[in-house]
């Protein structure tokens, strides 16, 4: 009998104590303030912006002290909330722990200056000079990490993106091109001409020097690295025509100094066909990816998801 009283005893005093500890761990919880989720935000002061874009911003609860920056660009007749909520850049930023920096265009037909002489060179003055206002603002503000900064665009976006890894090649480690042109693809100071049929078309070509001296008369006598490259295209894209594909690959195996022919040609998907140029691993030099029957349409079916491995993006490290 004295057992027995002792084994209630030690029972009971044990779901006290585990009452006890189940009370302070609740007390503790509802001491600290919960983490609102994350959401688009504007930014309506983020410094020099003579493009008059409007900048919105995501950054994850996921991002780690000094995370990663991606800038996304929308196509014409986007904006930058309308490619937050349409592409998976947003979700991928949740898993992985990277800003997302969406420009939003300020012209008609909501497309970017990839064209004018003041786009085309460093420090022009026009849109690309206000995106890398947006970087320089989540450096400053984020404490992002100015090793790790990338960009990704759309049609009107993958100019873009084109336009800021010849700009500013010091800037962005690598970028990840849909649906695009080469830089200085489209007539200079003229978008309303047969120029830009010429090049929509894929009409517009040249040799792989003259493609690649345009890049470099963006920023002259630059010698450092130049970023990384991963190009997009459909098959049928009837707006911008896949001929500008093998022109986009000219351009870059000439500025990127590597051969044009691919060291890998794999599917990796039904329907697409990528090639890598100089390196067979997942991040080489330039990566291409051709989709049999793919239209204006992308990023889709999982390629957001190529694009931030190739870019790097997709690392546990970021969120640290």
């Not at 990663?68 to 979700?91: D, I, M, N, Y």
């Amino acid at each position: 009998m004295t057992v027995q009283r002792k084994s209630r005893r030690g029972v009971a005093l044990l779901a006290a104590f585990a009452g006890v500890v189940t009370l302070l761990a609740a007390c503790q919880a509802s001491a600290e303030p919960s983490r609102k989720p994350a959401s688009l935000t504007e930014v309506t002061d983020f410094g020099k912006n003579p493009g008059g874009l409007r900048m919105y911003e995501y950054v994850p609860n996921s991002a780690g002290a000094h995370p990663p920056v991606l800038v996304a660009v929308h196509q014409c007749t986007g904006s930058g909330p309308g490619f937050h909520a349409g592409t998976a850049f947003a979700e991928l930023a949740d898993r992985y722990g990277f800003i997302v920096v969406y420009p939003d265009a300020n012209s008609e037909g909501q497309c970017f200056d990839t064209a004018s002489s003041q786009a085309l060179k460093r420090d022009g003055d026009s849109d690309p000079t206000s995106v890398v206002s947006m970087v320089k603002y989540a450096e400053e503000h984020h404490k992002a990490d100015a090793g790790r900064v990338y960009v990704t665009g759309a049609s009107s976006g993958a100019n873009m993106t084109n336009v800021l890894l010849a700009d500013y090649p010091d800037l962005f480690k690598a970028g990840s091109v849909f649906m695009g042109v080469p830089f200085g693809c489209f007539p200079i100071d003229d978008y309303g001409s047969d120029g830009w049929r010429e090049c929509s078309s894929g009409r517009h070509t040249k040799t792989p020097q003259k493609w690649g001296d345009l890049v470099r008369d963006a920023y002259p006598g630059y010698k450092g690295a130049r970023p990384r490259v991963q190009l997009w295209h459909g098959t049928e894209d009837d707006t911008l025509n896949h001929k500008n594909l093998g022109e986009e690959i000219k351009q870059w195996t000439d500025v990127l100094g590597v051969s044009p022919e691919p060291v890998l040609t794999d599917r990796p998907k039904s329907g697409w066909t990528r090639t890598r140029y100089e390196d067979d691993g997942k991040q080489p030099p330039l990566e291409v990816i051709s989709v049999e029957g793919g239209q204006h349409d992308f990023p889709n079916s999982g390629m957001e998801a190529m694009a931030i491995s190739f870019l790097g993006l997709d690392r546990s490290d970021n969120q640290g």
